[in-house]
């Protein structure tokens, strides 16, 4: 295991919904990088937190935001779902703005109907 | 744009043969290759890294290969073993975010 934990394990909305997704990271690290891993396909990079401020974003429209709080946990906002945001969401947890080992987490199954 | 890929979406062994999981790479500037398996369920996990400075690096059963010739990384697992059925991904690290490729499912066959 690697001491990071995501919740909730599974989710299922709508379209045109919110989402919050959520990712406690392994202990002593203080950075958060947030990954769509769509069905058959490899993670696809959405933004990452380095000491709560994001520190690099991937090609996601604008309704995909984040927030990392003093703790380090993070958390995944996705507004005005769209059926092809349906995916295994995985965050990472690093240290050093993720320059060093990224431990993935178990991932959030999120199913848009 | 960057891309990282793989040649063969599966891959089908008998146990205790050796496997080759292949990858191509698109951005010659790459200079740091990750390995990761993935069982269902799971994230990712890490299993061996490479840097562009090195053309071979060996681990427990595994051995990543990298020509930068022809932009090429492979992972070898050596006496594959049922607990190794998996997705495997290679990544290229830039900028402190990992680029995946699409993955190989390896099966083992008893």
């Known amino acids: 295991e690697t001491g990071v934990t995501q919740s909730p394990t599974h989710l299922i909305k709508t379209r045109g919904q919110q989402v919050t997704l959520r990712c406690s990271s392994q202990?002593?690290?203080?950075?958060v990088s947030w990954y769509q891993q769509a069905l058959g396909q490899g993670p696809q990079f959405i933004f990452q937190?380095?000491?709560?401020?994001?520190?690099g974003r991937g090609n996601f429209p604008p309704r995909f935001s984040g927030l990392q709080f003093p703790n380090y946990s993070s958390e995944l906002n996705v507004n005005a779902l769209e059926l092809d945001d349906s995916a295994l969401y995985l965050c990472?947890?690093?240290?050093?703005?993720?320059?060093?080992?990224?431990?993935f987490g178990p991932g959030t199954r999120l199913t848009v109907l | 744009g960057e891309s990282v890929g793989l040649h063969l979406p599966t891959l089908s062994v008998q146990e205790g043969d050796n496997s080759i999981i292949n990858c191509a790479y698109s951005?010659?500037?790459?200079?740091?290759f990750i390995w990761y398996k993935q069982e269902s369920g799971k994230g990712p996990q890490f299993i061996i890294d490479?840097?562009?400075?090195?053309d071979k690096r060996q681990g427990q059963r595994v051995t990543v290969l990298l020509n930068k010739t022809v932009k090429h990384l492979s992972l070898q697992i050596a006496a594959t073993q049922p607990g190794d059925s998996a997705v495997y991904f290679c990544?290229?690290?830039?900028?402190?975010?990992?680029?995946f490729g699409q993955g190989t499912e390896l099966s083992v066959k008893p």
């Open positions: 202990s002593g690290h203080n950075t």
């Open positions: 990544a290229e690290k830039g900028g402190g975010k990992l680029i």
């Open positions: 951005n010659s500037a790459s200079d740091y």
């Open positions: 937190y380095y000491r709560e401020e994001e520190n």
């Open positions: 490479i840097r562009s400075n090195m």
């Open positions: 990472a947890s690093s240290s050093d703005g993720g320059y060093n080992e990224q431990f």
